[in-house]
């Protein structure tokens, strides 16, 4: 089944519900009915009609939407794929004398519907109308059309319009493109404010825009997204090379506020002329990228206190970069490496989240860790 249906079926399952019916899947409900007269073809099968009744708002937000590309919709009882390009919507403001804003989206001529719920800041402070559940959200994107962002492809999947010729403006590219416009303005004055309460912060305000390192994750509030407890001179800017070593990055603005959250973090190491890049290494075979986790977007201004290196977990880009300098190690001698957070999509680097540089010093009592360190890199390559 197509991740469009199983999104269905997670919305709906987690809708409002009428005459005190419960819902289950998407797939469980439409396959237990006739949808034989359905005449038309989609790329997800016949066209299931849609529900009979229609629906107004004083918002205007009620009536009949279009959806391109159809919404696949599981198979009927003949076992044949079946879609829907047609929803009805229902915008209710109030509901016994409570102010509800939700949207429920009919999809089917029984009348099964999904709810999602008014993002009233945007509609209050931007003056776009969205409505999101758990699993995505819908955002007017031009006068009564609709992207529909899915959480779960971090894209968008469809698009709802009034009217049927508006699809030859708005085709998913470009509606992605709009969409994401939309975001990002939402996105950079939200951002801009919560900076604001982020400045109060003496830590954040002497580092941000700073890769910054430090010695153990413990000395930071590493497992907090909304708290800085450490002071500047926690950190360290010149270490011994092989020692366990972690670091942490203060951002500017949120990666989704600046580049969206379809977006990635990438970190890309340099020392000596060699640059090593987590997501490109991470692209370069199945056993490079069985040791990278993806860092996905997120909302915060600072990052967790990622390892670099210790005696359980490294950053295999890290190591890579001191490996392939290795022969220029010497007792002693400082080498600096420069740290570079960006914020990617689809494997391009986009903008600088943050940087810093620190010194690593190689000393002999070390030599013995850091060869086992290379060797196993050695090992790791030779696989």
Known sequence: MKKQLILLSLLVAAATHTDGQKLNGLKDKLGKKDNAAASSESKGGKIIKPYGKDFTDSKGISGTYFCSPAMPAGKDKLGRDVAQDQFKWEYIHEESGKIVVKLNMYYNEEGK???????????????????????????????????????????????????????????????????????????????????????????????????????HYSKVSYNRTDLITEKADVYVTTWDMGKPLYHRAYYKAPITATCGSDCEFNTVYEMEGIKTSRVELSKKSSKWSENFKKREANEFFFSPAWTLQDDKVWDYAYIYCLYQNRSKFVDGKSYKMKVTFYSNRDGVDKDVMAEGTITLVYKKENKEKLDLIFQQMDNFLAE
Do not use: H, P
Request: glycine share 2%; proline share 0%.
């Open 113 to 215: 519907f999904i709810t999602m719920y008014m993002i009233e800041k945007y509609n209050e402070n931007f003056n776009i109308k969205a409505f999101k559940s758990n699993q995505g959200e819908v955002l007017e994107i031009d006068t009564d059309v609709y992207a529909f962002y899915d959480n779960e492809l971090k894209k968008v999947a469809q698009v709802f319009a009034k009217d049927r010729a508006k699809f030859d403006v708005y085709d998913i590219e470009t509606a992605t493109a709009k969409y994401d416009q939309k975001k990002s303005e939402i996105g950079k004055k939200e951002s801009e404010k919560e900076a604001q309460k982020w400045m109060n912060n003496e830590t954040y305000k002497a580092l941000v825009g700073k890769v910054n390192f430090v010695d």
